[in-house]
């Protein structure tokens, strides 16, 4: 837990008041790629935000890579979410599934505090937030 809990934190020093993300921001420094951060899904307790690296070459713009990250604002803690493979596991692959897990997580931790160090800022594109979307739209 107390992975996901530091993973919540480097969200919050990164975007700031989480209850308030836009549907777009953009993370912007003067020397790396911007990142563009979508709320993808916004429920009352949790929210998924995506994560794409923007490279910019000539007049094309290419998106690469994706990471989503699901924010869980009561238990004040974010994780690496695929859909899919967070929501089961085998038990057979219990163990697997939990080193995996433990991976994604570890890497979320390292690229946030990366991001930070370099001075990435939030600027948002659209200023209006997120509606939420009760449980039974979300299905």
């Keep these: 837990m107390e992975l996901f809990e530091h993973n ?3 969200m919050r020093r990164l975007l700031g008041d989480l209850r308030h993300l836009s549907d777009e921001q953009s993370l912007r420094n003067n020397n790396g790629p911007d990142i563009l951060v979508e709320c993808t899904e916004r429920a009352p307790y949790t929210f998924t935000l995506k994560f794409t690296h923007q490279l910019f070459a000539m007049a094309n713009t290419q998106k690469l890579p994706v ?5 869980y604002m009561d238990a004040r803690s974010a ?4 859909h899919g493979v ?4 085998l038990k057979d ?3 697997s599934c939990l080193k995996r897990r433990w991976r994604r997580n570890r890497f979320l931790l390292r690229w946030l505090t990366y991001l930070l160090q370099q001075g990435y800022q939030l600027e948002k594109i659209n200023s209006a937030p997120a509606q939420l979307t009760s449980v039974n739209e979300a299905k």
């Design 8 to 10: 919540y934190i480097l």
């Design 93 to 95: 692959e219990a163990v």
């Design 67 to 71: 990471i989503s990250v699901r924010i």
């Design 79 to 82: 994780e690496v979410w695929e």
């Design 86 to 89: 967070n929501t089961h596991c």
